[in-house]
């Protein structure tokens, strides 16, 4: 497998769009794997393709425990959503930060599967949180575009001096304070 290189925030690629995938083929799944193997690595539940540079309307995602229920999201579009509700979330494009956002607790989504099939799927929770969240990186959106600018900006210089100093998350499990 190949271990991909994950976009960190403030980096302008992070804002581009997501292409359309209409080709299924093993190159496809080939990336997905890498993207899902990259995110296990990093102790991530979900990862876009426009985080590692490519500029496609993929997405996997595995909220279980055991790491073993992958999700696969080829162009995706949300149908219905409905209940707003607080979530506290992280991104591996901004790691060790953690900020509430505003989003959905239900949604329904229509999607593509790695081979092209059509599939309309539910989601409650956390899965429903996350879809949202990695949809908007295929859209060049970011939780931190939810938060107040000064916040933002501030996360924004702290994540430029950590990696100059090459101090981004020595440790996952102790977030940065702002
Ligand atoms: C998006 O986020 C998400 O800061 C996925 O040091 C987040 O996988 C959806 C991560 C919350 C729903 C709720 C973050 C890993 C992973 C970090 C992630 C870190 C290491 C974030
Ligand atoms: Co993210």
């Given at each position: 497998m190949d271990k991909l290189k994950i976009l960190h925030f403030?980096?302008?690629?992070?804002?581009q769009k997501g292409l359309d995938v209409d080709i299924f083929d093993k190159n496809l799944r080939n990336l997905a794997k890498d993207m899902l193997e990259t995110m296990y690595d990093s102790k991530g539940i979900g990862l876009a393709a426009i985080q590692v540079?490519?500029?496609?309307r993929l997405i996997v995602i595995d909220i279980s425990e055991e790491k073993n229920k992958p999700i696969f999201l080829v162009n995706p579009i949300i149908l219905t959503k409905k209940n707003k509700i607080q979530f506290e979330e992280g991104c591996l494009s901004v790691p060790g930060f953690y900020e509430k956002v505003e989003r959905f607790n239900n949604v329904t989504i229509k999607k593509q599967d790695l081979y092209g099939r059509t599939l309309e799927m539910e989601a409650d929770g956390l899965l429903a949180v996350c879809i949202q969240h990695e949809i908007d990186h295929l859209d060049?959106?970011?939780?931190?575009?939810?938060?107040s600018d000064m916040k933002r900006d501030r996360i924004a210089k702290k994540i430029k001096k950590l990696t100059e100093q090459g101090k981004?998350?020595?440790?996952?499990?102790v977030p940065y304070s702002i």
């Open positions: 403030p980096d302008n690629r992070l804002r540079n490519i500029q496609k060049g959106k970011l939780f931190v575009d939810y938060i981004l998350m020595p440790r996952k499990d």
